[in-house]
């Protein structure tokens, strides 16, 4: 049901297709690694499919955040664990592309948690391993992100420069009471136009088949004007309410700062996830992609924070020596 997308109002047929199993599963390997049928769960390419258009049951904007809630939930979706880490979910390995899992091994004295990466598993893989990436301890991997996490929201000039070009945006808004100005005209010269075929319809100056061909196109040109309008007025409403809210961001972040220290790992989890986007593992350097603009600012020693980067995000780069 949340990912057909005939409840958003479009019914399509011609999704999958049957083609050789791509999976080699343990009962194949034993079998040599040939399948016996053919699946049919393949995904046929979108502009493939055979669209219907269907009454709607949610709108789109629901729809697609129930898939972006799907996607959230396959990505950070606990399963087995019992012990949660601060980076489960976002951590991948630079080199392969493929995501790091937590392992865990004993010493004389303790037990010690690694990152360590799908690719470098022999037996996940019919060929042998396809990556060499070596493990990373957990607890400095952790460390090494909460800490950066922390350096960020306790700069203030981040908070500052953020709501200087919010109000900035908000005070120069004169193309929309402009346009807001032009459709208020328009309505009242539309209602104006309206009232006069009626007069002339009731002073016979025009028949009733040309008052029924002139009144429509009228009438429409009306309503769409009083739907901007209101389209309108809803953004601007949601600006206000947004600034309102940024401007207690401050005293927010405030009182995040004085307990940044004393969180426990879920609510640290919480807060990572809200800023990073992933963080890339390599053999000797650590990548955070993290979505706080860092327009002005530079990691010492590193190279800008904006450099080759997609969609938008921010980067830091680390040098990581040893386990």
Known sequence: MLRNPAYKGTACFG???????QRITRPLRL??????????????????????????????????LAEERLQANKKHAPRRTIAPSILQGIVSCSKCGYALYRASTHSSARKIYYYRCLGSDRYRHLGGPVCDNHPIRQDLLDTIVWNEIVKLIEDPSLIKTE????????????????????????????????????????????????????????????????????????????????????????????????????????????????????????????????SISLANRSPEGGPSPHSGQPNGQNSRSYFAFGE
Not at 174 to 190: E, N, S
């Open 15 to 21: 999704k999958t297709q049957k083609a050789p199993r």
């Open 31 to 64: 079998r040599g690694g040939f399948a016996t049928r053919d699946s049919g769960q393949h995904e046929r390419p979108r502009a493939d499919w055979i669209e219907i258009p269907v009454p709607a049951i949610v709108s789109e904007t629901t729809f697609a």
């Open 163 to 290: 709501l200087d070009r919010r109000l900035k945006v908000a005070c120069n808004a004169d193309p929309t009471k402009r346009r807001i100005d032009m459709l208020q005209r328009d309505i009242v010269r539309t209602q104006k136009s309206i009232d006069r075929l009626l007069t002339a319809y009731q002073e016979e100056l025009i028949s009733l088949d040309e008052l029924r061909r002139r009144n429509p196109p009228l009438r429409q040109r009306e309503k769409a004007a009083r739907s901007e309008l209101q389209s309108i007025a809803d953004q601007t409403t949601d600006r206000a309410a947004y600034l309102r809210l940024a401007e207690t961001l401050a005293a927010f972040l405030s009182r995040l700062r004085a307990s940044l220290h004393t969180l426990d790992v879920l609510d640290r989890q919480k807060i990572v996830r809200l800023l990073v986007k992933e963080v890339l593992v390599g053999d000797d350097q650590i990548v955070i992609r993290h």
